[in-house]
């Protein structure tokens, strides 16, 4: 498009809304009017159209600024909130236990061993073999043990021996 064609588009636009806007003109009273809007601007609706454009007649929006008691919560809300805690609370102790139970009785290593393998719980344990020296006491003391040192001395024994002077 060429500026030609942009310009008499505009300008169609302008005249448009001229003459589709119809003239504002009424016979209130200024004192009625409410107090919160804006004063009517003076001239065509072309002209307050114009001016609401214009940075410089830009008002900052009216908000209401918050209070303290906005922030808090009620008194009911408070109460909702500890009755709804607590019975979460009881829920996921009561969820924390069962699930533990489960898993108690899954891992339980009696269930694991199968019917045929169980043995009585009242059978004795194996005797227990002689202990014989490891390898490093082999390798270090290759020589028998006397008879002597395989006697195990007691405390009593101690105490019996004669003084030394």
Do not use: Y
Not at 32 to 38: C, L, N
Not at 72 to 95: A, C, M, Y
């Amino acid at each position: 498009m060429n500026t030609r064609t942009i310009a008499l588009t505009c300008v169609l636009f302008l005249t448009a809304m001229t003459v589709a806007s119809p003239p504002h003109a009424s016979a209130q009273d200024p004192t009625s009017q409410d107090p919160t809007t804006e004063p009517a601007l003076p001239g065509n609706p072309l002209t307050r159209m114009v001016s609401g454009l214009n940075p410089m007649n830009w008002q900052m929006p009216k908000l209401k600024m918050p209070t303290m008691s906005s922030f808090l919560p009620t008194k009911q809300e408070k109460d909702r909130v500890i009755t709804k805690k607590d019975s979460l609370v009881d829920e996921v102790s009561t969820t924390a236990k069962k699930s533990w139970q489960r898993t108690k009785d899954t891992l339980n290593p009696m269930r694991l061993i199968p019917a045929g393998f169980r043995q009585n719980s009242q059978t004795t344990p194996a005797p227990q073999a002689k202990q014989q020296g490891g390898f490093f006491s082999n390798l270090f003391a290759p020589f028998p043990k006397s008879a002597d040192e395989d006697t195990s001395h007691s405390v009593n024994d101690f105490l019996k021996q004669e003084p030394v002077r």
